[in-house]
């Protein structure tokens, strides 16, 4: 069964706390992304990685940092320095970065509330 | 930037057909893209469109883009309760470094 795996599903920090979330695809695709969800907006950017051991920022990277050691696992440090870190966080993930007809598929998400 | 608009709700009646709307920004984008996401699931790919077609059909769903315009739109027939859904509509702007733009999402409440 393929697909994209996040963990947990929900998940409570204390301020001040860095803490990570996981993300595991069995597709064999080479690129990953992680988004940021809030109410009413679109989904955001943080980071997305094109290739094993390769990782660049999207538009809001900051307060966060990844990591790719192997193909099938993005995970996603939120870090003490993310003002407001309290969202739904959703990794995806396709066959090949930039190919034209190239779709991204999603995993369940995490909601990450800070307390 | 690139930018992609939606309304935030949508209230339709079940058996009724419902007309979510988008505009884009960027008419470089070669792919569009209508994205379905229940509560508390990740996204699902429902369908996109290729810039140089006007319609795509897929069983229940018909999207229709108008370039000239740049709006896009996804109408669902005989709508039904699982349809009860966030629906987004994103581009892929050849400029921007081949990574999607998202739309807020509409919320679409089918009522009985």
């Known amino acids: 069964d393929g697909g994209i795996t996040q963990s947990p599903k929900y998940l409570f920090r204390k301020e001040g706390q860095n803490v990570t979330l996981s993300c595991e695809q069995n597709?064999?695709?080479?690129?990953m992304y992680w988004y940021r969800q809030d109410p009413g907006q679109g989904l955001r950017l943080i980071y997305y990685?094109?290739?094993?051991?390769?990782?660049q920022k999207g538009d809001i990277a900051e307060g966060y940092s990844v990591s790719r050691e192997k193909k099938e696992s993005f995970p996603l440090t939120v870090t003490s320095a993310q003002k407001n870190p309290t969202a739904f966080y959703l990794c995806?993930?396709?066959?090949?970065?930039?190919?034209?007809?190239?779709?991204?598929?999603f995993g369940p998400g995490t909601r990450l509330t800070v307390l | 930037g690139e930018d992609v608009e939606q309304s935030l709700f949508l209230s339709v009646r079940e058996g009724d057909s419902s007309v979510i709307n988008c505009t884009y920004t960027?008419?470089?984008?070669?792919?569009l893209y209508w994205y379905k996401q229940e509560p508390g699931a990740g996204l699902q790919l429902l369908t996109y469109?290729?810039?140089?077609?006007d319609m795509k059909q897929d069983q229940r769903l018909t999207v229709l883009l108008n370039k000239k315009d740049k709006h896009l739109s996804l109408r669902i027939a005989d709508t039904q309760t699982g349809d009860s859904a966030i629906y987004f509509c994103?581009?892929?702007?050849?400029?921007?470094?081949?990574?999607?733009?998202f739309g807020p999402g509409t919320r679409l409440s089918v009522l009985p």
């Open positions: 597709l064999n695709h080479d690129a």
């Open positions: 960027d008419s470089s984008s070669t792919y």
């Open positions: 994103a581009e892929r702007p050849v400029n921007y470094g081949q990574n999607f733009v």
């Open positions: 995806a993930s396709s066959m090949r970065y930039a190919a034209i007809t190239d779709t991204q598929y």
């Open positions: 990685s094109q290739i094993v051991n390769d990782f």
């Open positions: 469109i290729f810039s140089n077609m």
